[in-house]
């Protein structure tokens, strides 16, 4: 279990199985963010998850959809993890950006399901992490096979 604090933003990490549970609490912009797609991604790198829950249904979204995929680009920068299926826990009154955001990560073949309730979001993140964990083995495999 990891947790820290962001400028306006707290979050609280937790290994469950095949996942990570990252909760992010406070005022999410632009710049904090950016800091917590970095901590996620350090945290999920240490344990070696498969999937991830980012749970934001205790955050207060001030960025617009277009935000939000800008520093997940910047994040890909910095880590792998990015290509780790997420699900996005996310309070209702956000929905709008976020599934436009999930949109447009779909096209370049980043997959986040997104959620407003919790047992649905831990569900689709521990098949979608089975999934992903399986897809790496196979990877490792015809890699190893070369």
Same mark, same amino acid.
Request: proline letters at 2%; charged letters at 25%.
């Given at each position: ?47 070696? +998850?498969?999937? =991830? &829950? ?7 979204? %001030?960025?617009? !959809?277009?935000? $939000? #995929? ?15 299926? +997420?699900?996005? =826990? &996310? ?7 976020? %599934?436009?955001? !999930?949109?447009? $990560? #779909? ?28 897809? %790496? ?10």
């Amino acid at each position: 279990m990891a947790s820290g604090e962001l400028g306006r933003v707290q979050w609280r990490a937790a290994h469950e199985g095949a996942f990570v549970r990252f909760g992010i609490e406070g005022d999410c912009d632009r710049t904090s963010q950016g800091s917590v797609l970095a901590a996620c991604g350090a945290y999920m790198s240490e344990v070696g +998850a498969c999937g =991830l &829950v980012a749970d934001y249904s205790c955050a207060r979204l %001030l960025m617009t !959809a277009d935000d $939000l #995929a800008r520093n997940l680009r910047r994040a890909a920068c910095q880590s792998r993890t990015i290509a780790t299926p +997420a699900a996005l =826990l &996310v309070r209702p009154d956000d929905l709008p950006q976020w %599934l436009a955001y !999930a949109g447009s $990560l #779909a096209q370049i073949g980043v997959v986040r399901g997104i959620f407003t309730v919790s047992e649905d979001a831990h569900r689709w993140a521990a098949r979608q992490a089975q999934v992903h964990e399986q897809e %790496l083995r196979r990877m490792g495999s015809r890699e190893a096979a070369r």
